[in-house]
């Protein structure tokens, strides 16, 4: 069974500071965390790479530079068999439909729903270019008798579904969160030179690598106004 | 000149900070209500090398150095002091007396499940009547036959009550006394004539066991002498030395601490209209805070690289643990008056802070004994003996 | 690698003059969304020159009214039923812009939809600005959970965007306009592609238990306070907390009446929280208790004197005592 795990970096939150007043996003702290959806979908892998007893192969990829490798070497720690860094500005879904090309007989690619930074789906994006069978906002995925089984949630309830490989499943934030890397594999992980490949957009033979979605500007959400008196119904609606 | 640490050490830290911010901290009220780390999370921080940070892999450790093994004690103590000092009990002078100066069966016996959280180690050199004068032990250890029997009692041991392995300084030649007649020993603490006090109960730091240690003619096997007869004393200041640095590191994770709760009560409260950060007097003591805690961090790195480089380090982890321990003070003290009544509640986690950070000025060598150390090593640059 | 795959990753040869029209893809279940975004892409065609198609089950006589010029049924019973019969009729009626009413539904079918055509989907839109000029839109959407917003814009055609309720005030109607209905749409298999529909099946609802959430990360807490509460409206509140899926909390004055444990007090002595949402029901809110939530998205105040400073930064507030409120609250759920 060949896995793909599609990480992305997104800049850590914790580290920024609204001001709804400016309407500007402040960057206090530059630092990086790995998208919690894609968290999630590499924590899966790793319980299947698990369950399978070795019979799986799990391989981690990432597009860009340093904060990208970071995320690679980090799942190389966790237990990840190979770890890729495709050199390109952004990732798109072409880049990633032609790494899956390139890589052959992928069964299962496995990533966050969607980018915490920009909204992006990329999961569901490749499936179809790629003719992967597709499942999304996953809280938990299995594979059993060579299928994928899925439980989403619908509602307040949850829901199962059997798909054929090979697939693509993207995760929410409610499936198990990524375990903790032994400390002494991070040091390994980091200091070896040839834990991540690397490749370039060329030798995946992609020219075209512009994003088909452009970032214009960032604005805030209007300031809060407190006080304001509200009716019953309003607040039955707002906490339902 | 590079001041940045290699990647590794930031990936290191990023995953220690996360698990001891979302694993840790939330308890660490508990535990000093209630005076007990559940030996559950020692399990877990063993099996991710927490309980073994500096040592190599080939003996469980985390193969991370001193310059690991600070960063793992900077951001423990930010969140607990009490799992801090649990461990740096275990690692800094417990499992690293062992590693020091045992031999390599005495090492692949012990070392495997002391870091990974299975065992639990101390050091045992304290007596009642040998504090800061530690020549001064009486514990006697007796040659008969192929063994040693132990005799005697330590006090005030850290991780006393819960430990598995104790390594233990004994007097095996009363003639010679400590220096040149004593030897270091790991007892194991299932064995017949070994016994414990009830935890002491103390200022702070009230989630870290430390108890008397009773030795009822405890028959010790030879196999277990760490190091070499009659040089034990030389065995456990060497460890002292070392176990400095971390401590000065644990140290700087508590005042940092300090800093950073001032820092948001400052923005958060308000009196006479405005945010108090806007009073002079509460900019000068965050001022001084911040300074002495960047003097601190500088210093303690810079020591742990000294170590890890195989450079003498001595004089330089005296300061660590002499500044820091005294820095933590201060700035924990700035902190709780920052705070008003809040820093007195024992609902909000500075008064912990406040009773925790007494005891860095007196464990692990006292200040005083620290000058001593340090006032010795600059003598020593130039020809005056002062040590004994 | 077969050549149905070669192709899309070559990039589709259609120049971008011969995308054109705005289209609404309406896959919800009701129809006020759908028919306020036909409203806004009837302004948008008019100033482009442009026909509006809707493609959904609203009646057709409704969409036309509130501005569609062509009307096409379709009615799927799975995403990749839609997915499917979209890609294959959006390859013959190359759409420049496909506006879809969001859902996470939708979101999902609007992204494979772009991949599947080799451009670009923005998802949860909360405007849509159109430069006639260069025929683009820019759209407004939030990201990281709402903090902030991004203004981006889609380079290569056709444009899709998921468009979230609420937007666009509700669609005026004129019955006098004409449009005509168009034959169905139908999920048809791509090439020589097996279907996409045979490939994932419903086992129905499973159990499922995730993993417990402590107060401090709980998504929705609701928090009592002594003034206005007795014993039986704490329980009404924590049948709310039940019903809505919230966390139970108090202020320092509820665990001194018993109402909560130490563990559940809220505030900066005791469990500093940063929910979605944040009821707090005959709490006072002094600024130590602020503190505490300060991260809290949406703060719900209900307290008997208007004078409490929790209103200060409560962005829905109710002057009632709560033992009146919560019951009447509870109703509704």
């Given amino acids: 069974m060949k896995i793909l795990i599609l990480l992305k970096p997104i800049l850590d939150p914790r580290g920024m500071m609204i001001n709804r007043k400016a309407g500007k996003v402040f960057i206090n702290k530059k630092e990086w965390m790995m998208n919690p959806g894609d968290a999630r979908a590499l924590e899966t892998a790793l319980r299947i790479k698990n369950t399978l007893n070795g019979d799986a192969v799990v391989i981690a990829a990432a597009v860009g530079e340093e904060a990208s490798l970071n995320l690679l070497r980090d799942s190389k720690a966790l237990g990840v068999d190979r770890a890729i860094l495709i050199k390109a500005d952004a990732p798109t879904a072409r880049l990633y439909s032609a790494l899956v090309n390139h890589l052959g007989d992928i069964d299962l690619i496995l990533t966050g729903g969607s980018a915490l930074d920009t909204g992006e789906n990329i999961g569901a994006q490749i499936a179809e270019p790629l003719n992967f069978a597709f499942v999304g906002g996953a809280v938990k995925c299995d594979i059993e008798n060579n299928a994928v089984h899925v439980v989403k949630s619908q509602g307040k309830e949850f829901h199962g579904y059997e798909c054929e490989l090979p697939a693509v499943v993207t995760f929410s934030r409610e499936a198990p969160s990524l375990r903790y890397a032994h400390g002494g594999d991070i040091i390994i992980a980091y200091r070896d030179k040839n834990a991540v490949e690397t490749m370039s957009a060329d030798e995946l033979g992609l020219t075209d690598l512009q994003p088909s979605i452009v970032e214009r500007g960032q604005t805030t959400p209007p300031e809060r106004e407190f006080g304001k008196q509200v009716s019953l119904e309003e607040i039955a609606t707002a906490i339902k | ?388 | 690698m077969d050549m149905y795959n070669l192709e899309a990753l070559m990039g589709d040869t259609t120049s971008s003059e011969d995308y054109r029209d705005l289209w609404i893809v309406d896959l919800s279940a009701e129809t006020l969304h759908a028919t306020s975004l036909l409203n806004e892409a009837r302004r948008m065609a008019d100033s482009l020159g442009a026909y509006v198609h809707y493609i959904g089950a609203m009646d057709s006589s409704q969409a036309i009214a509130c501005g569609a010029d062509r009307v096409h049924p379709l009615s799927v019973d799975s995403a990749d039923a839609a997915v499917s019969a979209l890609a294959s009729f959006f390859e013959t009626h190359k759409p420049e812009f496909v506006f879809f009413t969001a859902s996470y539904y939708a979101n999902e079918i609007a992204n494979r939809l772009a991949g599947k055509m080799n451009s670009g989907a923005i998802t949860d839109c909360i405007s849509l600005r159109l430069d006639e000029s260069t025929r683009e839109i820019v759209a407004l959407h939030p990201v990281y959970d709402g903090a902030y917003y991004l203004d981006s814009a889609i380079t290569t055609k056709p444009q899709i965007f998921t468009v979230r309720e609420g937007v666009y005030p509700e669609a005026m109607k004129d019955k006098g306009r004409s449009g005509e209905v168009e034959g169905a749409i139908h999920e048809s298999p791509l090439h020589d592609a097996p279907s996409t529909a045979d490939r994932v099946r419903a086992l129905g609802k499973v159990e499922f238990e995730s993993a417990a959430t402590p107060l401090r990360k709980a998504a929705k807490v609701i928090a009592v306070g002594r003034k206005g509460n007795d014993e039986a409206s704490v329980g009404v509140a924590r049948e709310i907390a039940q019903k809505i899926g919230a966390a139970f909390a108090g202020d320092r004055s509820a665990f001194d009446a018993g109402w909560v444990d130490h563990d559940h007090i809220v505030g900066v002595i005791g469990i500093e929280i940063a929910p979605d949402v944040y009821i707090a029901a005959g709490i006072w809110g002094d600024t130590l208790h602020r503190a505490g939530v300060e991260g809290a998205k949406y703060v719900i105040a209900i307290h008997p004197d208007k004078r409490a400073p929790i209103f200060q930064y409560a962005d829905a507030c109710i002057v009632g005592e709560p033992k009146e409120v919560l019951p009447k609250v509870m109703r509704l759920l």
């Avoid at chain 2, 690293?96 to 180690?121: E, F, N, Q, R």
């Avoid at chain 2, 132990?150 to 006090?155: A, F, V, W």
Wanted: with cysteine; glycine share 12%; net charge negative.
């Fill in chain 2, 1 to 388: 000149m590079d001041f940045d640490l290699p990647p590794e050490y930031n990936a290191l830290r990023k995953m220690i900070r996360e698990f001891c911010v979302e694993e840790i901290a939330p308890i660490a009220h508990k535990i000093d209500e209630t005076g007990i780390v559940e030996r559950d999370l020692l399990r877990r921080l063993g099996a991710l090398g927490f309980l073994g940070v500096p040592f190599p892999r080939e003996y469980g450790g985390m193969g991370a150095g001193e310059i690991g093994y600070c960063i793992m004690m900077e951001e423990m103590d930010r969140v607990s002091a009490s799992v801090a000092t649990i461990i740096g009990a275990h690692i800094g002078i417990g499992v690293m007396s062992m590693y020091l100066d045992g031999s390599k069966s005495l090492k692949a016996k012990y070392m495997p499940d002391l870091c990974s959280g299975k065992k639990v180690c101390a050091f045992a050199l304290t007596e009642p009547n040998a504090g800061s004068d530690a020549a001064g032990i009486q514990l006697r250890a007796t040659l008969e036959g192929d063994s040693y029997m132990l005799d005697g009692q330590k006090m005030w041991i850290t991780n006393g009550p819960i430990a598995d392995v104790i390594n233990v300084l004994a007097i095996t030649d009363p003639a010679l006394g400590a220096r040149g007649g004593a030897t270091v020993f790991a007892v194991e603490s299932q064995w017949e004539g070994f016994s414990t006090g009830k935890p002491e109960r103390k200022m702070g730091l009230h989630g870290s066991p430390t108890s008397l240690l009773n030795f009822d003619n405890v028959r010790v096997p030879k196999e277990n002498v760490i190091g070499q007869i009659g040089l034990g004393f030389v065995t456990f200041m060497k460890t002292l030395d070392i176990g400095r640095v971390s401590l000065g590191a644990a140290t700087l994770g508590g005042a940092q601490a300090s800093l950073e709760a001032s820092v948001r009560w400052a923005r958060t409260r308000s009196q006479f209209g405005k945010q108090i950060a806007h009073n002079q007097s509460i900019q000068f003591m965050l001022a001084d805070m911040a300074a002495e805690i960047e003097s601190l961090r500088a210093l303690v790195y810079r020591t742990a690289w000294l170590v890890d480089g195989g450079r003498p380090f001595i004089k330089e982890a005296g300061m660590c643990k002499l500044l820091g321990s005294e820095i933590a003070s201060r700035c924990i003290d700035r902190a709780v008056q920052i705070h008003g009544a809040l820093g007195l509640s024992r609902d909000f986690p500075m008064e912990r802070g406040f009773r925790d950070a007494r005891i860095s000025e007196i464990f692990e060598g006292t200040n005083e004994i620290q000058r001593i150390v340090i006032a010795s090593e600059l003598m020593q640059e130039v020809g005056v003996r002062l040590r004994p």
